[in-house]
Every structure is written in C-alpha cells, then in structure tokens.
C-alpha cells in the first residue's frame, strides 16, 4: 500500500512539475504572439532597386493600449536598414535624415511611412530587389520585442527618387530626390 502511494505521489508531482514547464513556455510564446499581435501593416512595399539604396512604405498600426517605439530595423536585402524622415530646412529645402528616438506608433494609432516622409531606408543593398519580390522586414520596438511583416517590391517612379548608392544621406538636400511634397502617392500602391 505505502509503495502505490509513494507512486501516486511521485506520479503527481512529475504532472505537477511537467504542468510547471508547460506554462513557463506558454507564457513565452504568449509574449512573443503578443507582440507579432501588437502591430500590424497594410498597403506595405518597397521601390525595387538592384544595388545602392532604395526604401519600404505602408502603414504601420498599433493594436495595444500603450504607445510603442519603433527603434531599429533590420533586412536580409540590406547590410543596414535605418528609420528615416524628411525635414525642411530653414532655407525651405528637404533633408533626409535619421529619425531620432525613431518612429513612435501611438496606441491604437497608425503611422504612414510614405515618400517624402517617414520610410524604412535600406542602405548597401546585399542583393538586387527585383518587382514581384516579397520582401521581410524586422522591426525592433524599444521595449526589445521583434515584430516582422513583409512587403512586395515595385517599380516606382512617381517622385523621381534616386536613391545612389555613393550619396551622403545625412546631409543631403532632398531636393536631390525629387519633389516629394507636391506627389501624390496614394494611387501608385494602393492596391497594396
């Protein structure tokens, strides 16, 4: 009788112990959906380029309760993905320029990453972005939660961008890039 007991009460604590476990990794897994959950993207793409620079758009919504910031990027199309945005200068010109504190997506906002404004910057592309392509895009929020979506790649031409693979982006007028203020974007990727 003592052995059949000492096995139910062996038995039970393996259960308990394996219940334990089980709920550990729940609670991991949970946290990683929970953050895939707390993001979404729609109308999302990127200019096709086959080396140098080149850009990804779309929206980008938060699902939570709490502002979350967009810290980093990352690629596997591009050595360095940076979040950038454009500003006007004091004498009226366009400058693109790393957004500082990065992209802040308020609760139950969205956020545009569009031409002439905020976007996704890759820098020294590793292989060539063909139209038709789909892209995956990591972002890296500051609370350290990854979310990744994916974006198809397209032909654009509307602003004239020229992303050069030898140009200084820090301290360029955009004026280079074309006009982007006076384009209108919203009809060549809203099928996407």
Same mark, same amino acid.
Not at 44 to 59: D, I, N, P, R, Y
Not at 151 to 158: M, S, Y
Not at 175 to 186: A, L, N, S, V
């Given at each position: 009788?003592?052995?059949?007991?000492?096995?139910?009460?062996? #038995?039970?604590?393996?259960?308990? !112990?394996?219940?334990? *476990?089980?709920?550990?990794?729940?609670?991991?897994?949970?946290?990683?959906?929970?953050?895939? =959950?707390?993001?979404?993207?729609?109308?999302?793409?990127?200019?096709?380029?086959?080396?140098? @620079?080149?850009?990804?758009?779309?929206?980008?919504?938060?699902?939570?309760?709490?502002?979350?910031?967009?810290?980093? *990027?990352?690629?596997?199309? *591009?050595?360095?993905?940076? #979040?950038?945005?454009?500003? =006007?200068?004091?004498?009226?010109?366009?400058? @693109?320029?790393?957004?500082?504190?990065?992209?802040?997506?308020?609760?139950?906002?969205?956020?545009?990453?569009?031409?002439?404004?905020?976007? !996704?910057?890759?820098?020294? !592309? =590793?292989?060539?972005?063909?139209?038709?392509?789909?892209?995956?895009?990591? !972002?890296?929020?500051?609370?350290?939660?990854?979310?990744?979506?994916?974006?198809? *790649?397209?032909?654009?031409?509307?602003?004239? =961008?020229?992303?050069?693979?030898? @140009?200084?982006?820090?301290? @360029?007028?955009?004026?280079?890039?074309?006009?982007?203020?006076?384009?209108?974007?919203?009809?060549?990727?809203?099928?996407?």
């Amino acid at each position: 009788m003592n052995r059949r007991i000492s096995a139910a009460i062996a #038995l039970s604590a393996a259960a308990v !112990l394996g219940l334990s *476990a089980c709920s550990g990794d729940t609670k991991e897994n949970t946290k990683q959906e929970s953050s895939q =959950e707390a993001l979404t993207t729609k109308e999302t793409w990127v200019k096709a380029a086959s080396e140098g @620079m080149t850009a990804a758009f779309g929206v980008i919504e938060n699902k939570t309760d709490k502002d979350i910031t967009i810290e980093s *990027a990352s690629s596997e199309y *591009a050595k360095k993905v940076e #979040l950038h945005e454009v500003i =006007e200068t004091p004498d009226g010109a366009k400058k @693109m320029q790393e957004k500082e504190g990065g992209f802040v997506v308020p609760a139950h906002k969205s956020i545009n990453l569009e031409p002439g404004a905020d976007h !996704l910057m890759f820098m020294g !592309l =590793e292989k060539e972005i063909k139209p038709g392509d789909t892209i995956k895009i990591t !972002l890296k929020t500051t609370d350290g939660d990854t979310f990744d979506f994916e974006a198809p *790649a397209k032909e654009f031409t509307g602003a004239n =961008e020229n992303y050069d693979g030898d @140009m200084d982006h820090g301290d @360029m007028d955009h004026g280079d890039h074309g006009d982007h203020g006076d384009h209108d974007h919203g009809d060549d990727h809203s099928d996407h």
